[in-house]
């Protein structure tokens, strides 16, 4: 079981960064891949980044491949999504997840936090 608690969203300007964290219980941390989904008004639920297990894979969607940044720290149970070069199309609320390694489809979630780019 693990529970996710995100955290350092907010209202930027276009251009401007802000680097997201999600805080992770439990004893087992490093087995899970962590990822980052965001979901805008009235769109559906998107994927934006993940990292792997070992943290020496990640993925990203298109749209913010070469901005942002997924990374882990084992020691400190969290996972971080530093966002550079935001732009209004980017405002969503961001969740984090988690899968344990091995099982298909992300099935841990957190609450999310707001990011708000104004132009």
């Known amino acids: 079981q693990v529970q996710l608690v995100e955290s350092g969203g907010g209202l930027v300007q276009a251009g401007d960064s802000l680097r997201l964290s999600c805080a992770a219980s439990?004893?087992?941390?490093?087995?899970?891949?962590m990822g980052w989904f965001r979901q805008a008004p009235g769109k559906e639920r998107e994927f934006v980044a993940s990292?792997?297990?070992?943290?020496?894979?990640?993925n990203y969607a298109d749209s913010v491949k070469g901005r942002f940044t997924i990374s882990r720290d084992d020691i400190e149970n969290t996972v971080y999504l530093q966002m550079n070069s935001l732009k209004p199309e980017d405002t969503a609320v961001y969740y984090c997840?988690?899968?344990?390694?091995?099982?298909?489809?992300?099935?841990?979630w957190g609450q999310g936090t707001q990011v708000t780019v104004s132009s």
């Open positions: 990292i792997s297990w070992s943290g020496g894979s990640t």
């Open positions: 997840a988690a899968r344990y390694r091995g099982i298909v489809g992300f099935n841990y």
């Open positions: 439990g004893r087992t941390f490093s087995s899970y891949v």
